[in-house]
């Protein structure tokens, strides 16, 4: 069985890397985009299996990427788990209402956000 893509996408290098670096070392394949627009390139080219996404972003922001996910029948059932540091409850409650699968603030422990990603990933199946 292939290990799971996840793509990354905010614009912090240092927070990129370090979830790069541990969620490679969980076994995951890690793509990155550092904008809204190339989000949204990237899901579309390689199809990843999950998304972790950044709510304020240059060129296209979290929640306009969010939208466009879900809306387009293509990629529209892949997770995305907002991970920004954006804790207002309208914030969460429009996430969930444009379709992400879970919600979690910043500063974040490195595990939570493990745990929840190992629990939005579509059950493995057999290919």
């Avoid at 914030?91 to 500063?107: M, N, Q, S």
């Amino acid at each position: 069985m292939a290990a799971a893509t996840i793509l990354v996408a905010d614009d912090d290098e240092l927070l990129v890397g370090l979830l790069e670096h541990r969620l490679s070392a969980k076994g995951y394949n890690v793509i990155s985009a550092s904008d809204g627009v190339s989000a949204l390139e990237r899901i579309r080219a390689e199809m990843p299996d999950l998304v972790v996404l950044d709510a304020m972003m240059p060129a296209l922001d979290g929640f306009a990427v969010l939208s466009r996910i879900k809306s387009d029948d293509e990629i529209r059932d892949i997770p995305v788990i907002m991970l920004t540091a954006l804790s207002g409850q309208s914030d969460i409650v429009t996430a969930l209402d444009k379709g992400a699968a879970d919600y979690l603030v910043k500063p974040f422990l490195p595990e939570e956000l493990l745990r929840r990603i190992t629990r939005s990933l579509p059950a493995a199946e057999d290919t």
